[in-house]
C-alpha cells in the first residue's frame, strides 16, 4: 500500500497538470475559440462540398484448399487466422488493384474523379490535408505512373472485413465507395473476380517454378550420385578390393592359425625357462642334476644309470667273496668310474641341450608373436578398409534414394498439374446501389472540434511547459527553488510614467495595488522575524527595467505606516529614485557624500511626509562607486543608520551589469529579487541568485512584478483575493489612477 507522501505527492503533480491545462484554456481561450471555429466550419464546408458516396459490396468465401466439410480441426486451427490475414493483405495489394484498375480502365479521365472518394470524415480530412502538400498528378503523365495512383487511390476507397453476424465463417466482404453507384458495384465484382485469378495464377507459377526447382535439383543429384559411385570404384580399385568376403576370411584363418602356433610356442618357452632355471640353481659339479627329471629320462643317461646300476650290484656280490684288491674288484671299479666320467659327460652335454632348446623356443615364440602382430595389423587395416568401403557405399546408396524421391515427385507434380483451390468463390455478388450516404455535418462539426481544441490545447501546453520566463508563483518555487513573497500588479497608464506606483499607493490605498503592497510587507516580516532589532533591506533585480526602484520605494511607504523607515538609493551609476519621485529641488547632499565624508547624515536625509518615510538619495557622482560601498565609511554608516531607524531599504543596481548589488549584500540583513513578469530568462535570475548564495547573503523570497491580472487573468485566484480584500472595508476602493 503507498504511504501518505507518495498519495500526497500524486496528488500534487495531478493538480499541477490540471491547474497547467486550466492555466492554458485561460490563457489562449481566445485564440483556441478562433482555430475551433474555423476548422469546423472549414470540415462542414468541405464536407457540405463532397458527392455522396455510394457502397457496393460483395461478399466471398475464402478458405484452404483443404477446409473440407468434416475437417473439424481446421476449423478451430490458429493457422485459419494466418491464412485469412494473408488473404486480406493479397486483396489490398498494389498488384490487385492495379490489375482491377487496368480490367475495367479506372485510370481513363473522368472514371475515378475525387468526388468518387470517400466520404468519411476521417479520409476527407486525411485527404484535405494532404493534398496541401501533394501535388495533384495530371492526366497527360503516362500509363503506367496512371495506373499505380489510381490503384493507390482505389485501395483508399475499398475495405475488407468479416460480416457482423459471420464472425465465424470463411466469409469476407469486400466494401467500395464511389460517387457512382454503376462503377461502385463493377469495382467490387471485378476485385473478387481479379483475387480469384491471381491465386489461381499463382499456383500456376508456383507449380511451373517447382517444376523448374525439381529439374534443376534432379540433375545435381544425379551428378552427385554419379560422383559417389566413382569416389567408391576409385577406392576398390586402389585398394584391390574384389570381395569383401574372401580377404577377411583369409585373414581370420590366418589369424587363427597364428594364434596357435604362438601359444605353442609360448607354453615351451615357459617349459624350457623353467627347466633352465633349475639348472641355474644347480652349482657345478653337484651330481644332483642327474636326478632331475629331464635329464634323467634321457636316453643316454638312463643306459648309463643302467649300466652302473648292473656293475654296482656285480661289485656287491663279489665284495662278499673277494678283497678290494682282488682283480676282479679292481677291474669292475675300473668300469664303475668308467661310467660314472661318462654320466657326467652326457650330464653336461644335456644340460647344454636344454640350454640351446630353451634359447631356441625363446627365438621361436618371438618370431611367432612378430608374425601374429602383422596379421593383427594387416586385420586392422582391412577393419579400416572396410569402415570406408561402407560410408562410400552408404553414400552412394543414400544418394540414389534422393534422386529416386525427387524423381517421384516431378513425375508427379508434371502429371498432376496446378491444383485448382474450389473453397475460393462468389457467395454473393456485388450489386447496384440504390442510395448514397453522406457524412453527418454534425459529426464532422464534432471531430474538427475535438482535433482542434487537442490540437490548440497541445501546443499551448507545449508554450507553457518550454517557457524559460517567470509567470507564475509555480515557477519561482520549482524553476528558481525560492519562496515567493508576492505579486504587485500593473497599473493602467504608461508604465514609463515616473511615480505611477507610488502615486497609486498615496493616492488609493484601498486598491488591489496597495492590497498587494501590505501582502508583501507581511510576507517580508514574516521572513524577517528571527531579525533581532532592525531591519536591513536590499532590493535587487536582474535587469534595470522590472520596477526594482518602484518596489523599493513603495515597499518602504507601506512599511513606514507601522515603523521608521529609511529608503537609501544605493545605485550611485544610475540613480532612478529622484526621476520617480519628481524631486527637482532635493536637497544635493546623498549617499556618495556622506561617505566620503563630505556630507552629515543630517544634510542627506530628506523626509517625505506623504510616505511617511526619510530617503537618503544617491549624492553627488562619482568615478568608483564600488570603492565608496566597499569602503570602511559606509559600514560605519549602516551601523549609524541602524540606531536611528527601525527599517532600512536599499534600492541596488541590477545585478547582471555590475557587482554593486553584492557588496551592499554584505551590508544588510535580508535580500528581496524583484522580477518582471514574463521577462527575463531563468538562467539570468539563477546565476544571480547563485552568485548571492555563494556569498552567503540571505534571499528571503521573489517578487513577481508588473502582472497583467486584465490580460493574465487565467491567475484569477490571486485576483479575487485582492479584489475580496479591496473591498472588504465599508467603503469600496477607488478606482485605479490613471497615468
Avoid at 174 to 189: C, S
Avoid at 550 to 577: C, E, F, H, N, Y
Wanted: charged content about 25%; aromatic content about 8%.
Amino acid at each position: 500500500m503507498a504511504s501518505q507522501p507518495e498519495l500526497y505527492d500524486e496528488l500534487v503533480d495531478y493538480r499541477y497538470y490540471l491547474e497547467l491545462v486550466r492555466t492554458v484554456l485561460l490563457k489562449y481561450y481566445k485564440l483556441i475559440t478562433l482555430f475551433c471555429a474555423v476548422s469546423i466550419i472549414t470540415s462542414v464546408i468541405y464536407v457540405q462540398s463532397q458527392a455522396p458516396a455510394y457502397i457496393s459490396t460483395v461478399t466471398m468465401h475464402i478458405a484452404p484448399s483443404n477446409a473440407g466439410m468434416f475437417n473439424f480441426e481446421q476449423w478451430w486451427s490458429s493457422d485459419d487466422d494466418k491464412f485469412e490475414d494473408t488473404q486480406v493483405g493479397i486483396l489490398q495489394s498494389k498488384k490487385l488493384n492495379r490489375r482491377v484498375v487496368q480490367k475495367i480502365s479506372l485510370h481513363e479521365a473522368g472514371k475515378l474523379t475525387p468526388a468518387s472518394f470517400d466520404a468519411g470524415i476521417a479520409n476527407s480530412l486525411k485527404r484535405w490535408f494532404a493534398g496541401l502538400t501533394e501535388t495533384r498528378v495530371p492526366i497527360t503523365q503516362p500509363d503506367a505512373e496512371r495506373i499505380s495512383s489510381t490503384a493507390n487511390e482505389l485501395a483508399s476507397l475499398t475495405s475488407i472485413a468479416k460480416p457482423q453476424d459471420r464472425e465465424y465463417s470463411n466469409l469476407l466482404n469486400i466494401t467500395v465507395k464511389m460517387a457512382d453507384p454503376q462503377l461502385a458495384a463493377l469495382t467490387a465484382n471485378t476485385i473478387a473476380d481479379e483475387y480469384i485469378a491471381t491465386v489461381f495464377e499463382n499456383e500456376v507459377e508456383t507449380a511451373r517454378k517447382n517444376q523448374q526447382f525439381l529439374s534443376g535439383r534432379l540433375t545435381f543429384l544425379r551428378q552427385e550420385w554419379k560422383e559417389a559411385e566413382s569416389r567408391l570404384q576409385s577406392y576398390r580399385e586402389a585398394e584391390n578390393i574384389v570381395t569383401r568376403s574372401s580377404g577377411e576370411n583369409e585373414v581370420d584363418e590366418e589369424l587363427s592359425s597364428l594364434s596357435n602356433r604362438y601359444f605353442s610356442a609360448r607354453e615351451n618357452r615357459l617349459r624350457q625357462e623353467n627347466l633352465h632355471q633349475q639348472l641355474k640353481d644347480i652349482r657345478p659339479g653337484n651330481r644332483s642334476a642327474e636326478k632331475l627329471q629331464a635329464i634323467s629320462n634321457h636316453p643316454s643317461i638312463s643306459t648309463i644309470q643302467s649300466t652302473l646300476f648292473t656293475l654296482n650290484q656285480r661289485k656287491q656280490e663279489l665284495s662278499k667273496r673277494y678283497g678290494s684288491r682282488h682283480n676282479q674288484m679292481i677291474a669292475l671299479e675300473s668300469e664303475i668310474n668308467s661310467a660314472n666320467r661318462d654320466l657326467q659327460v652326457r650330464v653336461a652335454d644335456v644340460v647344454a641341450g636344454i640350454s640351446n632348446e630353451y634359447e631356441l623356443a625363446v627365438k621361436i615364440e618371438r618370431a611367432a608373436e612378430e608374425t601374429l602382430n602383422s596379421v593383427r595389423d594387416r586385420k586392422q587395416q582391412l577393419g579400416r578398409k572396410e569402415f570406408q568401403l561402407n560410408d562410400l557405399e552408404q553414400d552412394v546408396v543414400t544418394k540414389r534414394e534422393v534422386y529416386s524421391i525427387f524423381l517421384v515427385r516431378l513425375n508427379e507434380d508434371g502429371a498432376s498439374g496446378p491444383v485448382r483451390n474450389d473453397n475460393l468463390w462468389v457467395a454473393d455478388p456485388a450489386l447496384v446501389p440504390v442510395a448514397g450516404q453522406r457524412t453527418s455535418l454534425s459529426k464532422a462539426a464534432m471531430i474538427a472540434l475535438i482535433l482542434s481544441l487537442g490540437a490548440s490545447i497541445s501546443l499551448g501546453l507545449v508554450f507553457e511547459l518550454t517557457s524559460n520566463t517567470i509567470t507564475s508563483g509555480e515557477d519561482v518555487e520549482k524553476k528558481l527553488g525560492m519562496p515567493l513573497l508576492g505579486y504587485l500588479p500593473m497599473l493602467a497608464g504608461d508604465i514609463e510614467q515616473p511615480g505611477l506606483t507610488f502615486n497609486e499607493y498615496i493616492h488609493n490605498p484601498e486598491s488591489r495595488f496597495s492590497e498587494a503592497l501590505r501582502t508583501l510587507r507581511t510576507s517580508i516580516n514574516l521572513s524577517t522575524l528571527n531579525n533581532d532589532g532592525v531591519q536591513r533591506l536590499l532590493v535587487t533585480s536582474s535587469q534595470s527595467s522590472e520596477g526594482k526602484t518602484s518596489v523599493a520605494l513603495t515597499l518602504a511607504s507601506v512599511m513606514g505606516q507601522t515603523s521608521k523607515v529609511l529608503l537609501i538609493d544605493g545605485d550611485l551609476r544610475r540613480p532612478s529614485l529622484e526621476r520617480i519621485l519628481n524631486e527637482d529641488h532635493h536637497k544635493s547632499r546623498g549617499l556618495s557624500d556622506v561617505i566620503a565624508q563630505s556630507s552629515t547624515i543630517e544634510e542627506a536625509i530628506c523626509r517625505r511626509d506623504d510616505a511617511q518615510i526619510d530617503i537618503m538619495f544617491s549624492g553627488s557622482s562619482t568615478l568608483r562607486p564600488l570603492e565608496l560601498l566597499s569602503s570602511r565609511q559606509f559600514a560605519v554608516l549602516m551601523d549609524e543608520l541602524g540606531k536611528r531607524y527601525d527599517a532600512i531599504i536599499i534600492d541596488s543596481p541590477p545585478c547582471v551589469a555590475v557587482s554593486d548589488a553584492y557588496v551592499l549584500s554584505t551590508h544588510v540583513d535580508s535580500v528581496v529579487y524583484v522580477t518582471k513578469y514574463d521577462q527575463v530568462a531563468v538562467p539570468t535570475i539563477r546565476t544571480c541568485i547563485h552568485r548571492f548564495t555563494t556569498i552567503n547573503a540571505s534571499i528571503i523570497g521573489v517578487v513577481v512584478n508588473q502582472i497583467d491580472f486584465e490580460a493574465a487573468h487565467y491567475y484569477g485566484k490571486y485576483q479575487d483575493y485582492y479584489d475580496y480584500q479591496g473591498t472588504s472595508e465599508q467603503n469600496p476602493a477607488p478606482e485605479p489612477a490613471k497615468a
